[in-house]
């Protein structure tokens, strides 16, 4: 069992910067593919980024790419999402996820991760 904790979200100008934290129980997570995702009213959840855990590859949505960028720290448990030139699409619920696989083709699907944290509000704001 993996509970998560996500942190970090809140309030920012377009053009600006927030980084999201999430915490990990247990004492496998160096195993696990962590990933972020969002969800805005009305959308479905979308993907943004994953990192596996056997050897570090990094996923990123399009999108998002040169703007966000995931990284963890297996001694603290601990996966971060640096989120820069935020604009106000990118408002929304953030969510941080753990995923027993390590293919990369698993790694955009949301139903493929089997914990979930409670997710932190981020806004953005023109």
């Known amino acids: 069992q993996v509970q998560l904790v996500e942190s970090g979200g809140g309030l920012v100008q377009a053009g600006g910067s927030l980084r999201l934290s999430c915490a990990a129980s247990?004492?496998?997570?160096?195993?696990?593919?962590m990933g972020w995702f969002r969800q805005a009213p009305g959308k479905e959840r979308e993907f943004l980024a994953c990192?596996?855990?056997?050897?570090?590859?990094?996923y990123y949505r399009d999108s998002v790419k040169g703007r966000f960028t995931i990284s963890r720290d297996n001694a603290r448990n601990t996966v971060y999402l640096q989120m820069n030139s935020l604009k106000p699409e990118d408002t929304a619920v953030y969510y941080c996820?753990?995923?027993?696989?390590?293919?990369?083709?698993?790694?955009?699907?949301?139903?493929?991760?089997?914990?979930w944290g409670q997710g932190t509000q981020v806004a953005v704001s023109s």
């Open positions: 996820s753990a995923g027993n696989f390590q293919s990369g083709y698993y790694v955009y699907t949301p139903e493929k991760y089997d914990y």
């Open positions: 247990g004492r496998t997570f160096s195993r696990y593919a």
């Open positions: 990192i596996t855990g056997s050897n570090g590859n990094i």
